[in-house]
């Protein structure tokens, strides 16, 4: 394995790093709104979305920890494979690899509960 594989990691990790921070966001966008909304409307139904939103807050927590530890892995297998100490390279490689995989599977996990978020929303609202 040469230097460069463990390299080419870097833009897919910068970029879902990037995308989990902007669902945090977002998410920290809706909990203040409802925040407001919690003495004027349906407070059952907010109450529901609080518990998912609570459960995604800590998801998408958890997807940035395993993101950084993939990219710390990643940095660290380079400077392995540098050192000309290819196998430590190599199994460190792979923790950045099983790391990142983790992070996507907790995402999808994540995306899931979402959904079922967004169709709590839209309960208040079906004809």
Known sequence: MELSTPALLFPAISLLLLAYTNRFMGLASVIR??????????????????????????????MQILGVLSISFCVAAMFLLFLELSQFGQVTFITSLVLMMSSLVVSLYELIISGHALNIELEDIDC
């Open 33 to 62: 709104g409802l925040h407001q909304q919690i003495n004027e409307n349906n407070k059952e139904l907010i109450a529901r979305q609080i518990i998912s939103l609570r459960l995604r807050i800590k998801l998408i927590i958890g």
